[in-house]
Antibody, heavy 114, light 113 residues
Framework: EVQLVQSGGGLVKPGGSLRLPCAAS????????MMWVRQAPGKGLEWVGR??????????DYAPPVKGRFSISRDDSKNTLYLQMDSLKTEDTAVYYC?????WGQGTLVTVSS | DIVLTQSPDSLAVSLGERATIDCKSS????????????LAWYQHKPGQPPKLLIS???TRESGVPDRFSGSGSGTDFTLTISSLQAEDVAVYYC?????????FGQGTKVEIK
């Protein structure tokens, strides 16, 4: 069974940092392209970024609102995807999801507030 | 960057009736070398992660009821729910994975009339 298990959310002050892990199981993680998607309160889904598999070049792309502040990485030896979020802003408050496109994590809430 | 615009923003449909959602892309998402449209449809209910319904514009995912269908090519796409059921109340999103920067449409809320 494919599972994506997320952790690491919480409350952080503006300008702070947070790292979100996403632990994968039930499929060949190293071959998967992975993405992060968020949903701010009362808003729609917003694509955050995507990392390709290493065999496909490992290219990482980010949505303009987070480029330069967020960083996506993967540890294929641990079957884990990461989202490093720095210089957080109040507008980054959202539920964050990791996804293979067909399978999704349960989501984790990140609240940026003083 | 490719922008996806859905219409309408919301619609109310009677049980058993047809619901149609359109998605227009600012650029073609049809890759000519394989003749595939890099467009998907998701269903999102409150408190749950999104669910993939349709990929490649018209390929229904395993386990998705056949009342859901996707059509279109290039820049214009449609999700059709042929006979709306109570459990279909949700927000529906189109999603392009053609360009380097992926994107979602703004969403269409489907309710029961």
């Amino acid at each position: 069974e494919v599972q994506l298990v997320q952790s690491g959310g919480g409350l952080v002050k503006p300008g702070g940092s947070l790292r979100l892990p996403c632990a994968a199981s039930g499929f060949r993680f190293s071959n998967a392209w992975m993405m992060w998607v968020r949903q701010a309160p009362g808003k729609g889904l917003e694509w955050v970024g995507r990392i390709k598999s290493k065999t496909d070049g490992g290219t990482i792309d980010y949505a303009p609102p987070v480029k330069g502040r967020f960083s996506i990485s993967r540890d294929d030896s641990k079957n884990t995807l990461y989202l490093q979020m720095d210089s957080l802003k109040t507008e980054d408050t959202a539920v964050y999801y990791c996804s293979t496109s067909s399978h999704w994590g349960q989501g984790t809430l990140v609240t940026v507030s003083s | 960057d490719i922008v996806l615009t859905q219409s309408p923003d919301s619609l109310a449909v009677s049980l058993g009736e047809r619901a149609t959602i359109d998605c227009k892309s600012s650029q073609s998402v049809l890759y000519s070398s394989n003749n595939k449209n890099y467009l998907a449809w998701y269903q999102h209910k409150p408190g749950q992660p999104p669910k993939l319904l349709i990929s490649w514009a018209s390929t229904r995912e395993s386990g998705v009821p056949d009342r859901f269908s996707g059509s279109g090519s290039g820049t214009d796409f449609t999700l059709t729910i042929s006979s709306l059921q109570a459990e279909d109340v949700a927000v529906y999103y189109c999603h392009q994975y053609y360009s380097a920067l992926w994107a979602f449409g703004q969403g269409t809320k489907v309710e029961i009339k």
